[in-house]
């Protein structure tokens, strides 16, 4: 707390960070990026994948319906993600929950996983040295 009784919520380093952020908002975005998402009732870690998943679950790549209808994609069909890194792919799902331009995959599968589109090198944390792993840039075709 500062002593005018106000709070310091962000050191100014992040503010800077912050900022630096908002100003690449200008930059020309991608038509689609990848959000890492839980799936519920699983480990969301692909150690447990062959004992601890249940029914028919499996790593859905979920898609606003307006995105899907623009791809020219149906529920249930198979999917790539790509971009610079890597690639994978998945089982479409239509999900009005998810933003337009936004497509949604659960973590912690072996063969169908987010983490095949992020760099160890580029997109980095300096503070923290995390990897990015939201708002990943990709583009979606059928598999």
Do not use: F, K
Not at 44 to 63: D, I, L
């Amino acid at each position: 707390m500062l002593p005018d009784g106000r709070w310091r919520l962000a050191p100014r380093v992040l503010v800077d960070r912050l900022r630096d952020e908002l100003d690449h908002l200008d930059q020309a975005r991608p038509e689609y990026v990848l959000t890492a998402r839980r799936q519920l009732r699983n480990m969301n870690s692909a150690r447990y994948e062959q004992a601890e998943r249940r029914g028919n679950e499996q790593p859905w790549v979920r898609c606003n319906p307006d995105d899907v209808a623009r791809l020219g994609l149906t529920d249930g069909e198979a999917v790539v993600l790509t971009n610079e890194y890597g690639s994978t792919a998945g089982v479409l799902r239509v999900d009005d929950r998810v933003r337009p331009g936004v497509v949604s995959m659960t973590h912690g599968w072996t063969a169908t996983n987010p983490t095949a589109l992020t760099s160890t090198v580029d997109d980095v944390d300096p503070l923290t040295g995390m990897i990015c792993q939201s708002a990943i840039p990709v583009t979606v075709t059928r598999a």
